[in-house]
């Protein structure tokens, strides 16, 4: 399991940076819109300029997953990014469903690695027992440098 979560790591890494990064570069120029109510859609993703926090979470999500650090934080951030790619591909332009489908399976993997990390989300109410700072004591300085 360790392999393929380091494997889907990079990958998703990887195709996240890469999307972030060339949506930047296509700001001026952007693609050739598709037909129908998807080609609108990409008009006013690229004229209103919400393609630059788009692709600013995209790559700087890739990049802390590339880094292998903060990956649950990464997770969390690209979580909402695939899951707009999933229904935009649902929705307007379904040929793009099995690669959204590949990266969602890619978080999934990495997200199940980390799932402890996400388990307090689905607690119906958090536990008012102990202080926070009781759940996860911060490491000291001398273990932040050893790791």
Do not use: C, K
């Amino acid at each position: 399991m360790n392999a393929t979560s380091t494997v889907a790591r990079i990958l998703l890494g990887l195709v996240f940076l890469a999307a972030g990064v060339s949506g930047f570069l296509l700001i001026s120029h952007p693609p050739a819109p598709p037909p129908g109510l998807a080609g609108a859609f990409q008009d006013v993703f690229f004229r209103s300029r919400w393609v630059l926090f788009v692709d600013g979470v995209e790559a700087l999500g890739g990049a802390l997953l590339l880094a292998n650090r903060y990956v649950p934080l990464a997770l969390a951030a690209l979580a909402a990014v695939i899951a707009n790619i999933i229904v935009f591909h649902l929705t307007m332009a379904p040929a793009g469903l099995p690669v959204a489908a590949v990266v969602a399976t890619l978080w999934a993997i990495l997200a199940y690695r980390h799932r402890t990390s996400f388990a307090p989300l689905f607690e119906q109410r958090p536990s008012s027992s102990r202080p926070a700072a009781a759940a996860r004591p911060y490491r000291t300085t001398t273990a932040l440098l050893r790791a």
